[in-house]
């Protein structure tokens, strides 16, 4: 899910836009274009402590005027105030309360969303205790004393407001992870499953009725749970009706839809074959993390280099998935099986991980000193304003730049290539996205 939104409401001039300058630390505003999140507002991310989130300012609100676009101005606080998780409604603590804060105050006492009542223009200490007293008389709760432009204050009211932010993907670390088990027919994909459930604690095995196109199993290892979802199992089930050679490819897509992490398991004595190469596309297209399964490990004949060259090759053929990592098994054996799920764990996290803008924004500028973006015929040259991370699940950067046709391919990838230098992120693509100033 994209970042949690924080709205900013209260009557023209007491100080909103000062307030959100000062949450996203002076940076420029964005219309954001991601789904779930309305193109006509202007969202500006902002972060405190490890938590991110988006400000998006509502314009001034006013209740006891009929100037004609007044009802607009007031649907949008409306629309922006739905999709938000706390609301912070400023009023001018050197004004006082007036009757439009009463109105604002009444409206916004019938919403769902919890509210920050912060008193703007509070510059002494003494001075804007007494005059954020005088705001109780709202019923919004505790008034919180600020000055938006000398920022004082500023960092007690984000302190409680993260409080009331939802939890951040990475405390959902309880739910299981589902893993598909993809691959050509014989590679010994029924064989993998069956030494997984040899070695770990099946919960439930195997699920059926609960899809035609896969039969799920759940595997506990160290308190963490596994949805196994086996590809190969129904072809054997109703082996009457397709032949062993049989392969079901939209099975397959529609497992690793299904999966975090998808086990693509590759026949070590073919190597990696064209069918193949449709899956590793079709598992970077979903964005899913992967481990490159190569098995029948035993049935090679190997001596000191075969493996580098092995893999050399492999990731020449699965370029797609140039950022999987190859593990090398016998589920005959099963040598390095359990090693398997250890690698799922990692690609699971990295796909899950979320990076902080402060953090992404240091790649960035040393990226751009070592290698300056290109300029073109005009003269005119690339410029990255910053990053922020907008989605987990793959990990989504949204780069903010002058104008995304002045950065060509190359240049792209060297961004790419150094976000994965620099963080990782093993196991799982990435995606880059390109925004032009509007
Ligand atoms: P908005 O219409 O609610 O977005 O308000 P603005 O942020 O544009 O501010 C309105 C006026 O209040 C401007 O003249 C600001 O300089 C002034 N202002 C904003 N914050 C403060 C503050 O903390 N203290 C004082 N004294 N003035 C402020
Ligand atoms: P699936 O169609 O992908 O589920 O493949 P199976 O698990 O049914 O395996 C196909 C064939 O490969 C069977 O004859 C297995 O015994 C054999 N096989 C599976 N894993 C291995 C292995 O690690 N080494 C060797 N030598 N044979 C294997």
């Known amino acids: ?6 709205a900013i409401i209260g009557r023209p001039n007491v100080g909103k836009s000062t307030i959100v300058n000062r949450l996203a630390g002076g940076k420029d505003a964005i219309v954001y274009d991601e789904p779930g999140i309305t193109r006509d507002r202007t969202y500006r991310p902002a972060y405190w402590r490890d938590r991110e989130f988006l400000v998006v300012d509502t314009g001034g609100l006013v209740f006891d005027d009929d100037t004609e676009f007044l009802p607009l101005i007031r649907e949008q606080a409306i629309a922006a105030l739905k999709e938000s998780k706390v609301a912070i409604f400023v009023v001018d603590g050197q004004a006082g309360p007036t009757s439009g804060d009463q109105e604002i105050a009444s409206w916004l006492r019938q919403q769902q969303v919890p509210v920050f009542l912060v008193v703007n223009k509070c510059e002494s200490p003494e001075q804007g205790t007494i005059q954020a007293a005088q705001f109780w008389e709202l019923g919004i709760g505790e008034p919180f004393p600020v000055s938006g432009i000398h920022g004082s204050g500023v960092g007690d009211l984000l302190d409680e407001v993260v409080q009331h932010l939802p939890p951040t993907d990475d405390t959902e ?49 160290d308190g963490k749970t596994y949805r196994l979802i086996d590809t190969a199992g129904i072809r054997k089930k109703k082996g009457v009706e397709y032949g062993p050679e049989f392969f079901g490819i939209n099975r397959a897509f529609k497992a690793i839809r299904r999966a975090d992490v998808v086990l693509l398991v ?7 074959t064209e069918q193949d190469q449709k899956l590793a596309g079709r598992i970077a297209e979903e964005g899913r993390a992967c481990v490159i399964v190569v098995n029948k490990w035993d049935a090679v004949e190997k001596d000191s280099y075969t493996l580098n060259e092995y893999e050399r090759q492999l990731k020449n053929r699965l370029y797609f998935l140039e950022w999987a990592e190859t593990i090398f098994v016998s589920a005959l054996t099963g040598q390095r099986v359990a090693k398997i799920l250890d690698l799922v764990d990692t690609a699971a996290e990295q796909h899950q991980r979320r990076v ?15 290698h300056s973006p290109p300029t073109n015929r005009q003269g005119r040259q690339g410029k990255i304003y910053y990053g922020t991370q907008v989605r987990s699940q793959p990990p989504t950067i949204t780069l903010f730049v002058n104008d995304p046709k002045r950065f060509n ?28 100033k509007k």
């Open 266 to 272: 590759i026949d070590a004595l073919d190597g990696a």
């Open 173 to 221: 670390e309880i739910r299981e992870t589902n893993v598909a088990i993809v691959g050509r027919p014989n590679v010994g994909k029924s064989s993998l499953l069956n030494a997984f459930l040899g070695e770990n604690r099946a919960i439930v095995s195997p699920i059926s009725g609960t899809t035609r196109d896969a039969i799920d199993t759940v595997v506990e290892r």
């Open 356 to 370: 902080t803008t402060s953090v992404i924004n240091e790649v960035l500028e040393e990226a751009i000193s070592w």
């Open 409 to 436: 391919e190359n240049y792209r990838r060297y961004i790419e290539r150094q976000f994965r230098t620099a963080l990782g992120f093993t196991g799982t693509p990435i995606r880059l996205f390109w925004r032009g």
């Open 1 to 6: 899910m994209g970042l949690p939104i924080v």
